[in-house]
T-cell receptor, first 112, second 117 residues
Framework: QKEVEQNSGPLSVPEGAIASLNCTYS??????FFWYRQYSGKSPELIMSIYSNGDKEDGRFTAQLNKASQYVSLLIRDSQPSDSATYLCAVNPSKSNYQLIWGAGTKLIIKP | GAVVSQHPSRVICKSGTSVKIECRSL??????MFWYRQFPKQSLMLMATSNEGSKATYEQGVEKDKFLINHASLTLSTLTVTSAHPEDSSFYIC?????????????FGPGTRLTVL
């Protein structure tokens, strides 16, 4: 069973602090990893993609991938109230199939 | 780039009617499109995967005769909910993969909120 797991939260972080979101996956041969943000009542929006071990930074966002431990994380620096949303982790387990396996999402609340 | 539109954004219909939802990739060719359904406070649920010019592949438990998917061109896929009932009320979201990129990232349309009375 291919699974992607996230803590559902809510994760409450004070404004200006670092928010850390984690995701684990079960399929060891997974190739591609994505973080999406979804505001209430809206569709998901791609935040970050990561394909190789290590860190990838884009503005206030950093994605971290550790294939040996099968986890991927998203760090949000200088958290803003506008970052409050549900963050979805998605994994593509195989190059031959473009479907994504989705985590249930972590609800993040940034408190002013 | 990578913009996906979806129409209509909201629809209210009577039980027993059919509703068609359009999904368009505006600035890229979408060789693969995906249709999701999301109930309140729940995660995305993949309904089907469609590749341009071929029949859609439906996920287990999704009735292909009820949810008709057509992906006739590289920029347009449609989902028709036939004989809609109140339990079909949900948020329907399409996504598209840019075939030229070779990657698996999906770009989402804004979604269609369907309410069946």
């Amino acid at each position: 069973q291919k699974e992607v797991e996230q803590n559902s939260g809510p994760l409450s972080v004070p404004e200006g602090a670092i928010a850390s979101l984690n995701c684990t996956y079960s399929d060891r041969v997974s190739q591609s990893f994505f973080w999406y943000r979804q505001y209430s009542g809206k569709s998901p929006e791609l935040i970050m993609s990561i394909y190789s071990n290590g860190d990838k930074e884009d503005g206030r966002f950093t994605a971290q991938l550790n294939k040996a431990s099968q986890y991927v994380s998203l760090l949000i620096r200088d958290s803003q109230p506008s970052d409050s949303a549900t963050y979805l982790c998605a994994v593509n387990p195989s190059k031959s199939n473009y479907q994504l396996i989705w985590g249930a999402g972590t609800k993040l609340i940034i408190k002013p | 780039g990578a913009v996906v539109s979806q129409h209509p954004s909201r629809v209210i219909c009577k039980s027993g009617t059919s509703v068609k939802i359009e999904c368009r990739s505006l600035d890229f060719q979408a060789t693969t499109m995906f249709w999701y359904r999301q109930f309140p406070k729940q995660s995305l649920m993949l309904m089907a995967t469609s590749n341009e010019g071929s029949k859609a592949t439906y996920e287990q438990g999704v009735e292909k005769d009820k949810f008709l998917i057509n992906h006739a061109s590289l920029t347009l896929s449609t989902l028709t909910v036939t004989s809609a009932h109140p339990e079909d009320s949900s948020f329907y979201i399409c996504s598209a993969r840019d075939g030229a990129s070779g990657g698996s990232q999906q770009f989402f349309g804004p979604g269609t909120r369907l309410t069946v009375l």
